[in-house]
């Protein structure tokens, strides 16, 4: 158990170092090509920060863990509204741009999507291109408004002062190593931790999607939780809704889309009967403040905080 404790610690490590590492090289990359960086920041850096979600949830349908894919993505969505959100909160009040609206909009739409598809039980070929056309449209939809943006304010649309990850000094070859390391460290943590958290739902007794929705759920959001940890620490909180809302269409649309192209990913019945509707109900939560532009308060973030804890302990308990 201590050894694939251990596993799972050190395919995190690699997953969040390389992640780390693939953003900032190919948002470097794109800007040097020329591309847009309000662009960079709605395509590359987005698919970026969801590359170790992704690769874990390929590796685990690809040895026959469909749960463990299914359950980080479900998993994931909901730690980002109630943890990454709710503790946050507890440090300073979160700000709501009402601007959302519309992202917001999108995500409800990608959730009830993906509910209307997992409730055939199996994600197939055809429901993954479903939730890849989705993703279609979605990239479509910000393409056009980044255009109309940009033709609004080109100088803006171009300032690549505020991207996370620019360094216009940054040496051709440093670029290129973030690059190779970034490419090869992925499938190399996703590998270690999920190999290491089949093995401890096996020793546990538990099932792998129990494992996705906890260990390896709450893992794979790490990056997420510091960065807004962070932000409400220097009071400059206010894109942290963005960035959630952002991840979880890309987790919806994208993962689940990718990895079931690789192979059939059932959908457990404990998770029809709950989780699902945990995560569609933590979606709505955010309906209010989305609406009326409100912050996330420190009540708030504690009911949150409160919310998810008690939803945790309900998994290891059913679990176990």
Partial sequence: MLIDLAQVAAGLVIL???????????????????????????????????????VVSVQAVWIGA?????????????????????????IAPLAVDPALRRDFA????????????????VFH??????????LGLMLGDNLRRARAIRAAAPAEADDPGDLEGADPALPGWKLTLFLVLGI?????????????????????????AVIGLTLVAVGTSLPELATTLLAAWRREAGVAMGNIIGSNIFNLLCIIGVAGM????????????????????????LLPFILRGAPITRPVGLAL??????????????GG
Avoid: C, K
């Fill in 125 to 134: 070929h055809w429901q993954a291109l479903a939730l890849l056309l989705g």
């Fill in 66 to 90: 469909g749960g463990l894919a299914l359950g980080n993505v479900v998993g994931s969505n909901i730690a980002n509204i109630l943890m990454v959100l709710g503790l946050p909160a507890l």
């Fill in 262 to 285: 690789v192979g059939p990913i059932a959908v457990p019945e404990s998770m029809l009967r709950l989780d699902l509707w945990v995560m569609a109900g933590s979606s709505l939560l």
């Fill in 184 to 208: 090869l460290g992925l499938p190399l943590g996703a590998q270690l931790l999920v190999a290491g958290a089949v093995d401890i739902a096996s020793a546990l007794g538990v099932s792998d």
């Fill in 305 to 318: 905080s409160l919310a998810y804890a008690g939803y945790i302990t309900f998994l290891v308990i059913r």
């Fill in 106 to 121: 999108i995500m409800i739409a990608a959730t009830v999507l993906f509910l209307a598809l997992a409730m055939g039980g």
């Fill in 16 to 54: 969040l170092v390389a992640g780390d590492l693939l953003v900032r090289g190919a948002v470097n990359l794109a800007l040097r090509l020329g591309i847009p960086a309000l662009m960079v920041g709605m395509t590359v850096v987005a698919f970026g920060t969801s590359a170790p979600e992704l």
